[in-house]
């Protein structure tokens, strides 16, 4: 009996498929108005941390608690890409950048490279570039530090 096989596929690159992780891992922020995500890999490619937007561990955010005063505003009300701090409507949130790099080390953070689902604040890539890492892609976009 001749065997049926499935037709190659493409095999991804790095970048294609640490992105798809990202946008597999922002699934999970507790945000009403974005959901973003993010995944550290080590220059060998192997999986450092992830981490995605929301309140910190054990809080419940906006979309399960409406507890934040920006995620309960439209953006007919607060434009996005609007400052997150420092307005009557903040952002008590952290970024899913911030939340990736809470629990690596910064041995693990030195050279890594950080796949996020959207283009990092100023904030974060100021963060990102402290903290040791080499690189951040994005969809469509990528900086070197």
């Given amino acids: 009996m001749p065997r049926v096989t499935q037709p190659l596929t493409a095999r991804p690159t ?3 498929w640490a992105l ?3 946008m597999a891992v ?3 922020a507790d945000c009403s108005r974005r959901q973003v995500g993010a995944v550290a890999l080590a220059p060998d490619h ?3 941390g992830t981490g995605y937007n929301g ?3 054990g809080v419940p955010g906006c979309a399960t608690a409406g507890a934040c005063p920006r995620g309960r505003l439209g953006y007919d009300q607060i434009e996005a890409g609007s400052p997150y701090v420092g307005v009557e409507a ?3 949130a952290l970024h899913a950048e ?7 080390s910064g041995d693990q953070r030195r050279g890594a490279t950080l796949y996020v689902t959207d283009e990092p604040c100023p904030n974060c890539t100021r963060l990102l570039a ?3 890492f080499v690189r951040v892609v994005w969809p469509g976009g990528e900086t070197h530090f």
């Fill in 20 to 22: 798809g992780l990202a």
């Fill in 98 to 104: 911030e939340n990736c790099i809470l629990y690596l």
């Fill in 14 to 16: 790095w970048d294609e």
């Fill in 90 to 92: 903040h952002c008590p």
């Fill in 26 to 28: 922002s699934k999970r």
């Fill in 46 to 48: 192997r999986v450092l």
């Fill in 55 to 57: 309140l910190r561990a």
């Fill in 130 to 132: 402290g903290a040791g």
